[in-house]
């Protein structure tokens, strides 16, 4: 089964801070993608990125970035330089590289960026 | 506005009720989900379709739920005598399917937020 694990329920942090957003997930297939999520207050899911298991190499996109360890089984993201509209609830999820492709999610990370 | 649409935003009902939702996916993508999240939580996978077929069913969909997607279009999740339990955030997502892999993003809608008094 799979399974995708976020420990930190909530972060508060003050903006321009650097913050970190761990992500570990557990299945049994060899091949599966990762996704990063966030929710603001309206409820949208918003699409932050995909990664293959099989494309270990870190991304970043702006003030983001990802660090993707198959040997740990984490997929971890920062935000550098936080700002006060990155505050939203974070999903990393796990969904199987064919078939339904379900995705299965974590239960998410509060982040407050306060002023 | 291109996006998943999801109607009605906001529902409050009595216990026992039914009650409708409707997802209107983007127009040219195959799969549409439909997920339940509750607060404090994240969403939990409830069924899916491919064009107009329901492929898999979780066993979170009770007996109680069916969900239809008539044409291959606009999809809608029916909740039939509605209990507290069901109080919570039904999303749907969208996403185009080449072969058997996926493009790439799911796209989620805002959600119906159902209320069961």
């Known amino acids: 089964a799979q399974k995708v694990t976020q420990a930190q329920t909530e972060i508060s942090v003050v903006e321009k801070e650097d913050v970190t957003l761990d992500c570990v997930y557990e299945?049994?297939?060899?091949?599966?993608?990762l996704f990063w999520y966030k929710q603001p207050p309206s409820g949208e899911l918003v699409f932050l990125i995909r990664?293959?298991?099989?494309?270990?190499q870190n991304e970043i996109s702006g003030r983001y970035s990802w660090n993707f360890q198959k040997s740990t089984s984490s997929f971890n993201f920062t935000i550098t330089a936080s700002q006060v509209v990155d505050s939203a609830v974070y999903f990393c999820?796990?969904?199987?590289?064919?078939?339904?492709?379900?995705?299965?999610f974590g239960q998410g990370t509060r982040l407050t960026i306060n002023p | 506005d291109t996006g998943v649409s999801q109607d009605p935003r906001h529902k409050i009902t009595k216990r026992g009720q039914n009650v409708t939702f409707r997802c209107d996916p983007i127009?040219?993508?195959?799969?549409l989900y439909w997920y339940r999240q509750t607060l404090g939580q994240g969403p939990e996978f409830l069924t899916y379709?491919?064009?107009?077929?329901?492929?898999?069913k979780s066993r979170l969909l009770s007996d109680r739920f069916s969900a239809e997607r008539p044409k291959g279009s606009f999809s809608t999740l029916e909740i039939q005598r509605t209990e507290q339990g069901d109080s919570a955030m039904y999303l749907c997502?969208?996403?185009?399917?080449?072969?058997?892999?996926?493009?790439?993003?799911?796209?989620f809608g805002e959600g119906s937020r159902l209320t069961v008094l």
């Open positions: 299945t049994r297939d060899t091949t599966y993608y």
């Open positions: 127009s040219e993508h195959n799969r």
């Open positions: 990664r293959n298991s099989f494309d270990e």
């Open positions: 999820a796990l969904s199987e590289l064919r078939g339904a492709q379900k995705l299965v």
């Open positions: 997502a969208s996403s185009y399917l080449i072969g058997q892999v996926n493009t790439g993003e799911l796209f």
């Open positions: 379709f491919q064009n107009e077929a329901q492929l898999e």
